[in-house]
């Protein structure tokens, strides 16, 4: 049987796992997610990582990769804390697919990766996103899928794990005030769950929200991939 001395050593141990595992993962939010890319040009792009999706940190070594090419990226801070850029060139091809590696803990927890995005050559014009299909890709790259699964919204699931902290979203339709409210001042509702974790003011520009609230709002079918 164990001393008091010891049960206490115990307690403080499986504690201190459980807050170095709390505190092991972040949400990396991209800031200025381009829906194109063109073909042998730079292009800058700008992401946040939070601890918990709340806590900015600074002092990380970030980078960018392009999935299935052999070519990173180091990212370097920006002006405000827990903000990074990496300067990236467009390789050629129809399209490219960025994973941005915070730099805070290991494998896949600490990597976001985007859905693919159309790479133009020089000339050529796309056609603008509908706001559900810009909100797909923002679902991605704002790191909402880290603690959201929303299975009407698969892209990347896999690479992308959600650490199941907010309520799931697969075939909801939730109000559009309500969706509105709860990305441009989520501390102005109540908290969802018991947990610690509450949902984090993003900063999202109106564009981003106007295409999150149309994903989320739509149905289904309104989003293409």
Known sequence: ??????????????????????????????????????????YRLEFTVRQHGEEPLSGLKPRVRLKGISASFPAVAAAQPGRYAATITVPQGDRVTLVVESG????????????????????QALAVQRPADRGRHLFVAKGCGTCHINGDVPEFAAENESHKLGPEL?????????????????????AIGDGAVRMPDLGLADPEVTALVALLTAPRESATH
């Not at 050593?9 to 505190?23: D, E, K, R, T």
């Not at 949400?27 to 042998?40: C, D, K, M, R, W």
């Not at 927890?109 to 159309?118: K, Q, V, Y």
């Not at 697969?170 to 109540?190: H, I, K």
């Open 1 to 42: 049987m164990l001393g008091l001395g010891k049960l206490a050593a115990a307690a403080a141990a499986v504690a201190f796992g459980a807050n170095a595992a709390l505190g092991g993962w972040a949400v990396i939010s991209v800031e200025n997610l381009p829906e194109t890319l063109q073909a042998g040009s730079e």
């Open 104 to 123: 805070w803990g290991r494998g896949r927890m600490a990597e976001l990766t985007l859905m693919p995005i159309p790479v133009l050559k020089r000339g």
């Open 170 to 190: 697969t075939g909801r339709r939730l109000e559009a005030q309500y969706v509105r409210q709860r990305l441009t001042n989520p501390r102005s509702l109540p």
